[in-house]
C-alpha cells in the first residue's frame, strides 16, 4: 500500500525560518524544571530548561517508577501524579497510580495505589485538585481517587467498560484512554478509544464518587482518544486515533453532554495509508490548537476562532522525530516541545506566537522513551 513520506505531508510555512527575537525581559526568564514521564524503567527524568536559549539541560533520574505514561500536577501545588503501565502492582494485576511531593525541584514518594486494571496509561486532575482519575488502556476500566494533601485515597469509584468497535486489530476490546473534567467541574469524561464513545459521568468533588450522565457515540472505527476543552467554556476537540480526525464539539453546562459541529480530517485528500492522530494543545488565548499524528509524524495547526472555537488550517509541520506522543506549549509559548517516542528525544521548535507558525527544524535533546513532559 502506499504511503505518503514526511516531505508530502509537510506543507512549507510561508516564512523559512521563524526567527525569535528576544527581548531584555524574556531574556531573564528564569530556568525551570521540566519533569519527563518515561517508559522505561528509569520512570521519571529531569530537565532544566531555559526559555531565552531553548536549551534542555539533563538533571537526571528523579523516580524510578517503571513505564510512566502520564504525569501530572495541579497548578500551584508541589504534588506530582503518576500513571505506571505496568502488568502487576502490590500482587494484583493492575497498573500504579502514584503521588509525589516536590521539594527543591526533587521528588519525594507520598502515596501509591492499585488503579482499576492493567494498562494504566492517563491520570487528571479535577479543578479543585480533590479527585484523581486514571485511564487504563489494557484493560478498559477508569477510577476516580480523592486527594488530599498530596496523598491519594485507595480507589472510591472504578468502572469496567464492556464495548467495542469494528476495527478488528485495535477495538477487539474497550480501551479507555483518558481523562479530564468540563469547565465548570461538573461533569468528568472518560474517552474510550475501543468502545468509540466518550463516557460522561457527574462527579463529587468532595467525595471522588462519579455518577453517569450520558454518553457520546464517536464515527464507528474512529477511536476518541483525548478530549480538550477550549477557553471559550463550550467547545470541546475530541481528536480520534484510528482514522486521525477530530470532532469539533459543543459543550452544555446543564447535562454536560457533547454535541457534534463539525469533523476535521487532519489527512491529506486521498491519504489511505497507516495513520494514528493522538494529542492536542490549544494556547492560553486560545487563538491556536494543534494536533499531532504519532504514525504519519507531523504536527497540524490551525488558527480558531475565540468565540465559535471553529478552526482554520495552517499548515501540517514537522514533529522532528518518530512517534510523537506528547507535545506541549513552554510558559513564554514562544517554543514547542515534542516528546518523540520512538526517536529517545524531545525536540524543540520556536514558535511565532502571532502568526502560531513553528519553525521547520528545531533542536533535539536526549530523554529515552518519552511520553509525557511537564513544566513546573
Known amino acids: 500500500m502506499e504511503t505518503f513520506s514526511r516531505r508530502e505531508f509537510l506543507v512549507t510555512a510561508s516564512a523559512a525560518t521563524l526567527a525569535v527575537s528576544v527581548s531584555p525581559s524574556f ?8 519533569f519527563v514521564g518515561s517508559n522505561t524503567p528509569n520512570g521519571i527524568l529531569a530537565y532544566d530548561w531555559d526559555p531565552a536559549t531553548a536549551e534542555l539541560s539533563p538533571v537526571g533520574v528523579v523516580a524510578k517508577l517503571a513505564n510512566v505514561d502520564w504525569i501530572t500536577r495541579f497548578p500551584g501545588r508541589d504534588f506530582l501524579y503518576v500513571a505506571s503501565e505496568v502488568d502487576s502492582f502490590d500482587e494484583k494485576p493492575t497498573g500504579e497510580v502514584a503521588s509525589f511531593k516536590i521539594v527543591k525541584n526533587e521528588l519525594q514518594p507520598l502515596s501509591t495505589r492499585n488503579s482499576a486494571s492493567v494498562g494504566t496509561c492517563y491520570v487528571a486532575l479535577d479543578h479543585t485538585g480533590r ?14 481517587f480523592k486527594v488530599t494533601k498530596g496523598e491519594l485515597s485507595p480507589a472510591v469509584w472504578t468502572e469496567h467498560y464492556t464495548g467495542h468497535g469494528p476495527n478488528t486489530e485495535r477495538q477487539q476490546t474497550a480501551h479507555a ?9 461538573n461533569f468528568a469524561y472518560i474517552n474510550d478509544l475501543g468502545g468509540d464513545c466518550i463516557h460522561i459521568y457527574g462527579i463529587n468533588a468532595d467525595t471522588a464518587e ?9 464515527k464507528p472505527g474512529a477511536g476518541p482518544r483525548t478530549l480538550h476543552f477550549h477557553p471559550n467554556g463550550h467547545t470541546a476537540y475530541s481528536i480520534n486515533e484510528l482514522d486521525s480526525t477530530v470532532d469539533v464539539l459543543e459543550w452544555d453546562r446543564t447535562d454536560g453532554s457533547l454535541t457534534p459541529k463539525k469533523r476535521i480530517n487532519l489527512l491529506p485528500e486521498g491519504y489511505q495509508g497507516p495513520t494514528g492522530a493522538c494529542d492536542t494543545v490549544i494556547s492560553k488565548d486560545g487563538k491556536f490548537v494543534y494536533f499531532a499524528n504519532r504514525i ?4 497540524y495547526g490551525f488558527h480558531a476562532d475565540a468565540t465559535t472555537g471553529a478552526l482554520t488550517p495552517i499548515a501540517r509541520f ?8 506528547n507535545f506541549v506549549l513552554d510558559p513564554t509559548e514562544r517554543w514547542m516541545l515534542v516528546a518523540n517516542q520512538d526517536s ?11 502568526t502560531g507558525e513553528l519553525a521547520k527544524e528545531g533542536k533535539n535533546y536526549p530523554a529515552a522513551a518519552p511520553m509525557c513532559i511537564l513544566f513546573t
Open 296 to 299: 504519519n509524524d507531523f504536527i
Open 131 to 144: 479527585v484523581l482519575l486514571s485511564a487504563d488502556y489494557g484493560g478498559g476500566c477508569a477510577s476516580s
Open 344 to 354: 529517545n528525544y524531545i525536540s524543540v521548535f520556536a514558535r511565532n506566537p502571532e
Open 177 to 185: 484512554h483518558f481523562a479530564s473534567f468540563s469547565p465548570d467541574n
Open 318 to 325: 514537522s514533529c522532528g522525530g518518530k512517534i510523537p506522543r
Open 210 to 218: 462519579l455518577t453517569s450522565a450520558g454518553t457520546y457515540f464517536a
Open 27 to 34: 531574556a531573564a526568564a528564569r530556568r525551570q524544571r521540566v
